[in-house]
T-cell receptor, first 114, second 109 residues
Framework: DVKVTQSSRYLVKRTGEKVFLECVQDMDHENMFWYRQDPGLGLRLIYFSYDVKMKEKGDIPEGYSVSREKKERFSLILESASTNQTSMYLC?????????????FGEGSRLTVL | GQNIDQPTEMTATEGAIVQINCTYQTSGFNGLFWYQQHAGEAPTFLSYNVLDGLEEKGRFSSFLSRSKGYSYLLLKELQMKDSASYLCAVMDSNYQLIWGAGTKLIIKP
């Protein structure tokens, strides 16, 4: 059974704190993605990666960075958390570049920034 | 700009049929996806259409008209467990997904 695992389901952080959200997939997928999901809005792409050590900005990268040191792991970093980053964060993966295949999602990490 | 439109919320009765529409305007087209998302859970894949027509998968069917920029998801014999949000997403020319805001489907007994 394919699996995308996100390290934390719920986090509460204070403004200015550094936040790490980790995502691991066990399907040997090349492509990995970080989205945020807010009420009334579609999923918005923060960053994506098509290969190890490769990263590309999505639609809303400001205030975020990512790391992909190993194929199976894609981390999202909030260098200095702000209240407007309170959201649900979803990690996803799919097999390969240019692949129109489905995305496999993790369970999500709900972050609250106070 | 790129845009996906779908109704915010729909209500239907257990055992009935419901159709959830999705219209889109995107830069290029490499297929349209429907995902189901139960509250507090991850989205899960339902269907993928890249050619015009109807794709049937059990109680769920998905239709695509590329010339009209239109798709619908048809759910038959509704069950209470079908209460969820249904997300429409279009893959653009760069193989990136553009997402609609989702349709919350409420099933009543």
């Amino acid at each position: 059974d394919v699996k995308v695992t996100q390290s934390s389901r719920y986090l509460v952080k204070r403004t200015g704190e550094k936040v790490f959200l980790e995502c691991v997939q066990d399907m040997d997928h090349e492509n990995m993605f970080w989205y945020r999901q807010d009420p009334g809005l579609g999923l918005r792409l923060i960053y994506f990666s098509y290969d190890v050590k490769m990263k590309e900005k999505g639609d809303i990268p400001e205030g975020y960075s990512v790391s992909r040191e190993k194929k199976e792991r894609f981390s999202l970093i909030l260098e200095s958390a702000s209240t407007n980053q309170t959201s649900m964060y979803l990690c996803a993966s799919r097999p390969g570049t240019g692949d129109a295949g489905e995305l496999f999602f993790g369970e999500g990490s709900r972050l609250t920034v106070l | 700009g790129q845009n996906i439109d779908q109704p915010t919320e729909m209500t239907a009765t257990e055992g009935a049929i419901v159709q959830i529409n999705c219209t889109y305007q995107t830069s290029g087209f490499n297929g349209l996806f429907w995902y189901q998302q139960h509250a507090g859970e991850a989205p899960t894949f339902l269907s993928y259409n890249v050619l015009d027509g109807l794709e049937e998968k059990g109680r769920f069917s998905s239709f695509l008209s590329r010339s009209k920029g239109y798709s619908y998801l048809l759910l038959k014999e509704l069950q209470m467990k079908d209460s969820a949000s249904y997300l429409c997403a279009v893959m653009d020319s760069n193989y990136q997904l553009i997402w609609g805001a989702g349709t919350k489907l409420i099933i009543k007994p």
